[in-house]
């Protein structure tokens, strides 16, 4: 399960979106996770399964390794579509117990809340695996600077995000190193019920505290060494800037757009 988890990971390449500008790729991933959410009829919806695709295509990160990130969250997908194909108020009835019912339009429902969340992983992978945590920090921070008048940390903020999803995998790799270890002296995380296998999971917890405290602990100490001092006086070695890249990402996205509007409160 721990080997599935994307979010985090950057996969080099040379794709269109590998070689967009980080805010370009930001305020889209946002702007299509919005319009998922106000799809509400079959043209919005097979419009998002397409532009989702064609990012997916246009990335150039293996299919495969992105539909991973979802299989974390089959348990999350099961839970939520049991109570919308259960709860979900429908005329059409397929079957009942008692006071339990399974409607035509509950299973609709379920399928489009799974196909919701299931879409919103991916669109947040092909972010992540087409743009460095550096690039993400640079982005996001120009993105905020406007707050600095309000005296709101931006840069700190931007900073904190970078580490955090750039520690995403690395915590990943300690954690299941640290169950392989446990396992092999004889420890079991896959028989029993949940509490057990909960208890089962703290002889893995404190080792990986430990060890994520001391990473941030030589993670302060580096930064400290190179005279890190926020963003007073920082410069970059890449320069943010957009190019003809960008602005075909955004008229291609602008007309998808306006097609998805006329879709949703039109058609």
């Given amino acids: 399960?721990?080997?599935?988890?994307?979010?985090?990971?950057?996969?080099?390449?040379?794709?269109?979106?590998?070689?967009?500008?980080?805010?370009?790729?930001?305020?889209?991933?946002?702007?299509?996770?919005?319009?998922?959410?106000?799809?509400?009829?079959?043209?919005?919806?097979?419009?998002?399964?397409?532009?989702?695709?064609?990012?997916?295509?246009?990335?150039?990160?293996?299919?495969?390794?992105?539909?991973?990130?979802?299989?974390?969250?089959?348990?999350?997908?099961?839970?939520?579509?049991?109570?919308?194909?259960?709860?979900?108020?429908?005329?059409?009835?397929?079957?009942?117990?008692?006071?339990?019912?399974?409607?035509?339009?509950?299973?609709?429902?379920?399928?489009?809340?799974?196909?919701?969340?299931?879409?919103?992983?991916?669109?947040?992978?092909v972010l992540t695996l087409t743009t460095t945590p550096i690039a993400l920090t640079d982005g996001l921070e120009t993105m905020l600077k406007p707050l600095k008048k309000w005296k709101i940390p931006v840069h700190e903020m931007a900073m904190m995000m970078s580490i955090a999803l750039r520690f995403i995998p690395t915590l990943l790799e300690e954690t299941d190193r640290i169950m392989k270890a446990q396992a092999s002296r004889g420890a079991d995380f896959d028989t029993g019920n949940i509490l057990e296998k909960a208890?089962?999971?703290?002889?893995?917890?404190?080792?990986?505290?430990?060890?994520?405290?001391?990473?941030?602990?030589?993670?302060?100490?580096?930064?400290?060494?190179?005279?890190?001092?926020g963003d007073i006086g920082r410069t970059r070695m890449k320069q943010l800037g957009y190019t003809k890249v960008d602005r075909n990402i955004h008229l291609s996205l602008l007309l998808f757009l306006v097609l998805f509007i006329f879709s949703t409160f039109v058609l």
């Fill in 1 to 125: 399960m721990l080997k599935n988890i994307t979010m985090g990971q950057f996969i080099p390449g040379k794709s269109i979106l590998h070689r967009a500008d980080p805010r370009t790729k930001m305020i889209w991933t946002i702007l299509l996770m919005v319009m998922l959410f106000m799809a509400n009829n079959i043209y919005g919806y097979i419009m998002m399964l397409a532009i989702t695709g064609i990012m997916l295509a246009v990335s150039e990160v293996p299919v495969g390794f992105t539909l991973k990130g979802i299989r974390p969250l089959l348990l999350i997908l099961i839970i939520t579509s049991a109570i919308n194909i259960f709860a979900y108020p429908g005329a059409t009835v397929l079957l009942s117990w008692g006071t339990l019912k399974i409607t035509l339009e509950g299973i609709l429902q379920a399928i489009i809340i799974a196909g919701r969340l299931c879409l919103m992983v991916i669109l947040g992978s």
């Fill in 199 to 229: 208890k089962s999971f703290i002889p893995v917890l404190i080792p990986l505290f430990v060890s994520a405290f001391k990473r941030a602990e030589e993670l302060a100490t580096a930064m400290e060494s190179r005279c890190y001092r």
